[in-house]
């Protein structure tokens, strides 16, 4: 089974990278969230994030563990891409979006994901820098927060 969800991405080509930044809304996060819980059960086994008007396609499927890499490996595709993310990173998604529903707010605005494996059957040599953005997160610490934090006073 596979799921679609449309939303805002935004696709920006540099020479030897793509950044695509999805913007969450609040309605976003919770069918996003059950997504990603149904891919890392096993219960799909493809979640589709589609821009608003079509015209790109990210594919996120749970990468096999015979695949064995840290973030995940990216296939450039016409009109998108497929990502094979791991158990790990997966996890880590879901660490963010979770807390984020329970708490109404982000500890950051976003979560990004370097993806520098590519695959070898891939139409592009570039990697992905993939950004979730979310509408609502605290304010960065000041110095003085963060140095007490970090026991520097």
Known sequence: MKRLLKLPINIQEFDSQILASVELNHEAVVPLCMDLVLLRENMIST???SSE????RLQ???APPSLQV???????????????ISLNELEYWL???LRYYR???????HIDSDITYIAPRSNSRKSLLLVFRVPNAKPPLDEEELRRRLGLC
């Open 70 to 84: 840290v973030r995940g490996e990216v296939l450039w595709q016409v009109g998108g891409l497929l990502l094979s």
């Open 53 to 56: 008007d079509e015209s790109f």
């Open 95 to 97: 660490q963010f979006f």
């Open 47 to 49: 979640v589709t994030l």
């Open 60 to 62: 996120l499927e749970l």
């Open 103 to 109: 708490d109404q707010i982000g500890e950051v605005d």
